[in-house]
């Protein structure tokens, strides 16, 4: 119960598309899911984090969409920028404890 | 104000030695969480110190140990290292509740 799925594995995006980072989780007792955005060396840094008493959580160029039900959630970013080219984790956990990751997703943005 | 602070930033030991790893928390937070991160990975939680107690600990073994001290600094120690403890080791710190909960860069631990 305590596994987080991700999907996929890699993703390479043209400059300007759209990149769709999908997960899962399996404990319903989690309620805080961030997104971590990690480049090579460094640690993971927040991107950006939802409650689940909403359905989609948007901040500038990413958003965050829910799906209670299901159990599952995704990353979308808009415009997708060559910066943007890092590993991206989803997490879950209960608010204030630690998380649990998901394996990441190694994201290429062409220029 | 400063972000979470770790060290070293890469080290290399031998299977079977001893180490310690540290982790100055950021400025206010008063919470420090340590994760393991094996190559290609996602990060994996060890435990979370508070208060200078354990406050929670994930599927490692007791030779994973910890420590907080009073200005909320903490070390992760390792003992009778194997090779599988080649990882990342990142230290996560907060303020209760998990309020502005940061991650340092890493110590890069190789154990050969």
């Known amino acids: 119960q305590q596994q987080v799925k991700q999907s996929p594995q890699s993703l390479i995006v043209q400059k300007g598309g759209i990149s769709i980072i999908n997960c899962a989780y399996e404990n319903t007792a989690f309620d805080y899911f961030p997104w971590y955005q990690q480049f090579p060396g460094k640690g993971p840094a927040l991107l950006i984090a939802i409650r689940p008493d909403v359905s989609e959580k948007k901040e500038g160029r990413f958003t965050i969409s829910f799906n209670k039900s299901a159990k599952q959630f995704s990353l979308h970013i808009m415009d997708s920028q060559p910066g943007d080219s890092a590993t991206y984790f989803c997490a879950a956990g209960r608010y204030g404890q630690n998380f649990v990751f998901g394996p990441g997703t190694r994201l290429s943005v062409l220029p | 104000e400063t972000g979470v602070t770790q060290s070293p930033t890469h080290l290399i030991k031998t299977r079977g030695q001893q180490v310690t790893l540290r982790c100055s928390s950021q400025?206010?937070?008063?919470?420090v969480s340590w994760y393991q991160q094996a190559l290609g990975q996602g990060p994996q939680f060890i435990f979370q110190?508070?208060?200078?107690?354990?406050?929670g600990r994930g599927n490692f073994p007791p030779r994973f140990s910890g420590l907080q001290f009073p200005n909320y600094s903490s070390e992760l120690n390792v003992n009778a290292l194997e090779l599988d403890d080649s990882a990342l080791y990142l230290c996560a710190s907060s303020l209760t509740g998990g309020i502005g909960y940061t991650f340092g860069s890493g110590t890069r631990l190789t154990v050969v």
């Open positions: 110190y508070y208060r200078e107690e354990e406050n």
């Open positions: 400025s206010g937070h008063n919470t």
